[in-house]
């Protein structure tokens, strides 16, 4: 049946899982990188990883380290992302294997953003073995819950294209005058539309689908219902989030 005969419920139904492997991959704070050994074998190392702009995975590695050493011998390489953490039944919760190849990434931009994603890292930019790599996403197998498993190719999760080009190199300068010019405007956001009492929060980043908020080392995600790939999208996404939050009763 094509797209043109598929009822409303049935669009939804085949939009949920690269809706909720996007929402992940933006998410996610720690995952599990397996890279081959000298001798073909697997090796997993926990990492921490931050999503650029387009969505693929950023890390921040150390030369010295044993996976980063398999790397620059086989790029190939699999990550473990999964939402599983605190679940009476983890089994029964969502999680992706994602499958590709690390490349170093030398681009200021991207480090600068995982960066402010991950401030704990900040400590190691001291020493010349660490840099940064992308995780170019060759393909994902999501787990929904028992019995919900979907392939997805690699163009479902990362954006491709001049638009997200555009808005990754308009990225730093959107988040620094929104933070800076209406941080007040945030603090409503991560209350009402987060729940999150106390003042402190902070916009660290966005991409086309949403914003990352941050209070120290605390990352709190707000995604948007419909797609915003461009800096005029994404200011009015933010107005957007703003006259809902607005309209929201402050909680007692």
């Given at each position: 049946m094509g797209a043109m005969g598929m009822s409303p419920e049935m669009k939804e139904a085949e939009e949920e899982p690269r809706r909720t492997a996007r929402?992940?991959?933006r998410a996610m704070?720690?995952?599990?990188?397996?890279?081959?050994?000298?001798?073909?074998?697997?090796?997993?190392?926990?990492?921490?990883p931050a999503a650029d702009v387009d969505g693929a995975p950023l890390l921040f590695?150390?030369?010295?380290?044993?996976?980063?050493?398999?790397?620059?011998?086989?790029?190939?390489?699999?990550?473990l992302v999964d939402a599983t953490r605190?679940?009476?039944t983890p089994l029964a919760g969502t999680r992706m294997s994602l499958v590709g190849r690390m490349r170093p990434w030398d681009e200021p931009r991207a480090l600068a953003r995982y960066l402010r994603l991950r401030p704990d890292a900040e400590r190691y930019r001291q020493f010349a073995?660490?840099?940064?790599?992308?995780?170019?996403?060759?393909?994902?197998?999501?787990?929904?819950?028992?019995?919900?498993?979907?392939?997805?190719?690699?163009?479902?999760?990362?954006?491709?294209?001049?638009?997200?080009?555009?808005?990754?190199a308009a990225e730093p300068a959107l988040v620094a005058e929104i933070d800076r010019d209406h941080n007040d405007l945030v603090?409503?956001?991560?209350e009402r539309l987060l729940g999150e009492r106390g003042g402190g929060w902070r916009l660290v980043a966005l991409d086309a689908d949403g914003f990352t908020l941050a209070r120290r080392q605390r990352l709190r995600r707000l995604e948007?219902?419909?797609?915003?790939p461009t800096p005029e999208a994404i200011r009015s996404a933010f107005l957007a989030l703003v006259h809902k939050a607005?309209?929201?009763?402050?909680?007692p």
């Open positions: 929402q992940l991959l704070t720690t995952a599990a990188l397996g890279t081959l050994a000298e001798d073909g074998g697997p090796y997993v190392a926990l990492a921490t590695l150390s030369r010295l380290a044993r996976h980063t050493r398999h790397l620059l011998r086989d790029p190939r390489a699999a990550l605190g679940l009476a073995d660490f840099g940064l790599w992308r995780f170019e996403i060759e393909g994902a197998h999501l787990v929904l819950g028992f019995g919900r498993v979907v392939d997805l190719p690699a163009e479902a999760l990362v954006d491709t294209g001049p638009e997200v080009a555009a808005l990754a603090q409503l956001l991560a948007l219902t419909r797609p915003a607005r309209r929201r009763p402050a909680e």
